[in-house]
């Protein structure tokens, strides 16, 4: 019980750092959620035990959040002391980089996967949904309009193009993420609000993925390759395919909406979808290789988990297959 205690407490002091930048009216306030944030999350990642990369994982995301939030602190002050001397825009050219930086955008990426690898799956999911709340509210506010368009096409193909040759199921999330992220921050440099549901439904998700992994033990492709079990092989389908957008699935909501938001610039939606579907393809390739090819030597070993998870993460992918109905509908 006392070894739990302390991740009880970074958590809660994740929770308020998020609160206070979402919810400070001062630009100071916002600079200092992201702190709390940073620190509170870096004892979260060592964990030399089970990882033997954690140390260097905590290493590089030290050094990364800490570049970024300099220059975020900078653009602050430009805004307040040296506005007279700059061109109004600079500040939000610099805020716009730097919180690219924390969130692990194109061309600032090469980080993200890298830390990712060294985390657990827990760990892993708080960077990919939670850790990315303060940077894309404070961006939803202060943003370079042209260069956060550059930005988010190339986080969406770069997302889409880097996750084809991966086969750990990690990395495969790193770079959907960062594909997703060129979607959001698309619907937020055309000022739009809607970006928050698009983030909550990419969050739930990951949750659900993230969840299976845990439950299955795995984290390699090949390794669900050598599950025996189609129902979960089903699971993991289901939820990729969500993930990857593909119709009737709860994932394909997000990209609808955004279709209504952006409708208005032809190329930078066409550019999207084209990303898209370079996401889809290694999702299908690696769910129809689940199902047709099956090793009998074991490499890894799974662990068998109890039927009540298995039907509660069956309940959830069951969401993500009718979610869209509903959503769509209060949508519409």
């Given at each position: 019980m006392l070894i739990m205690i302390p991740s009880f407490i970074y958590i809660f002091f994740i929770f308020i750092g998020t609160w206070i930048s979402i919810s400070s009216v001062s630009m100071f306030g916002m600079w200092l959620g992201l702190e709390f944030n940073l620190m509170a999350f870096l004892p979260m990642i060592i964990n030399l035990e089970n990882n033997k990369k954690s140390s260097e994982a905590a290493i590089k995301y030290f050094l990364i959040q800490a570049i970024a939030s300099l220059m975020v602190l900078m653009s602050f002050l430009i805004y307040f002391f040296l506005s007279n001397f700059f061109i109004f825009s600079l500040p939000n050219l610099i805020l716009t980089i730097s919180l690219s930086m924390k969130l692990g955008m194109a061309p600032f990426y090469l980080w993200f996967p890298e830390v990712m690898e060294g985390l657990n799956w827990i760990n892993a999911l708080i960077l990919l949904t939670w850790q990315k709340i303060s940077p894309l509210v404070i961006l939803s506010l202060f943003f370079n309009f042209k260069l956060l368009i550059f930005l988010s096409l190339l986080s969406a193909l770069v997302g889409a193009i880097m996750g084809l040759n991966q086969t750990s199921l990690r990395k495969i999330m790193t770079f959907s993420s960062i594909a997703h992220l060129g979607w959001m921050t698309s619907i937020i440099s055309f000022d739009s609000n809607l970006w928050l549901l698009y983030f909550m439904v990419y969050s739930f998700t990951s949750f659900i993925m993230v969840l299976?992994?845990?439950?299955?033990?795995?984290?390699?492709?090949?390794?669900?390759?050598?599950?025996?079990?189609?129902?979960?092989?089903?699971?993991?389908?289901?939820?990729?395919?969500?993930?990857?957008?593909?119709?009737?699935?709860?994932?394909?909501?997000?990209?609808?909406?955004?279709?209504?938001?952006?409708?208005?610039?032809?190329?930078?939606?066409?550019?999207?979808?084209?990303?898209?579907?370079i996401t889809l393809y290694f999702y299908m390739r690696i769910c129809f290789s689940t199902f047709t090819l099956y090793n009998q030597t074991k490499l890894w070993n799974y662990k068998e988990i109890h039927k009540k998870k298995i039907t509660s993460l069956s309940i959830l992918s069951f969401m993500t297959l009718v979610g869209m109905i509903p959503m769509s509908v209060w949508f519409f």
């Open positions: 299976a992994f845990i439950m299955f033990n795995i984290n390699y492709f090949s390794q669900i390759a050598m599950m025996k079990s189609t129902k979960k092989k089903m699971i993991i389908f289901i939820n990729m395919l969500s993930l990857g957008g593909i119709p009737p699935l709860l994932g394909f909501f997000p990209k609808l909406m955004a279709f209504s938001i952006l409708k208005s610039s032809i190329p930078i939606l066409m550019l999207l979808i084209t990303s898209s579907l």
